[in-house]
């Protein structure tokens, strides 16, 4: 059986997985409503990601005989200053999930838990990941970013590869 305490640290990622689903879905709107719909199609791609993040977490935790909990998530913005002020969240949010996992996996390890250990290796490469494509837009936002021109090339660019991943 898996140790209660385990679980509670499970849900806790669960809720932080999912409410950044919920972040990247309201980025998406916000870039929705200024017409740059390849960035609005990124993070919406994104959202998706979080959920199966999130999806992953649920199953584990099914398969080990515990009952995920779900719960509430706030109110987030639709609305920022300027698409540099997203490109600067997203790192900042991915760099907090980033240590978030980490501390978890180290859990995992004090714990002894073996099979929570192993999930989280899937996670701690996907982070990686996920920490070099905030921070490449948020570079390519920094150079390009501040002139109409290069801006709708860099929506177009982060459509296609939306629709190509």
């Known amino acids: 059986m ?12 669960i809720q932080h997985e999912l409410s950044n689903a919920y972040i990247y879905q309201g980025v998406s709107l916000y870039f929705s409503g200024i017409n740059l719909n390849g960035f609005a199609a990124w993070f919406s791609k994104q959202a998706s990601e979080e959920r199966i993040h999130a999806s ?19 109110a987030v913005k639709t609305t920022y200053d ?54 490449e837009l948020n570079s390519a936002y920094e150079k390009l970013g501040a002139c109409p021109g290069p801006l709708h090339s860099l929506d177009k660019y982060w459509g296609r590869r939306a629709a190509e991943d």
């Open 2 to 13: 898996i140790n209660q305490v385990v679980v509670d640290r499970i849900n806790q990622q």
């Open 56 to 74: 992953k977490l649920i199953e584990h935790l099914i398969n080990r005989g515990a009952v995920p909990e779900l719960g509430a998530l706030g």
């Open 82 to 135: 300027s698409p540099h002020t997203v490109t600067q969240l997203v790192v900042k949010l991915e760099e907090g999930t980033t240590a978030l996992i980490y501390k978890l996996f180290e859990f995992a390890k004090e714990e002894k838990d073996y099979p929570l250990e192993v999930l989280l290796q899937w996670f701690v490469t996907e982070q990686v990941e996920e920490e070099k494509w905030t921070n």
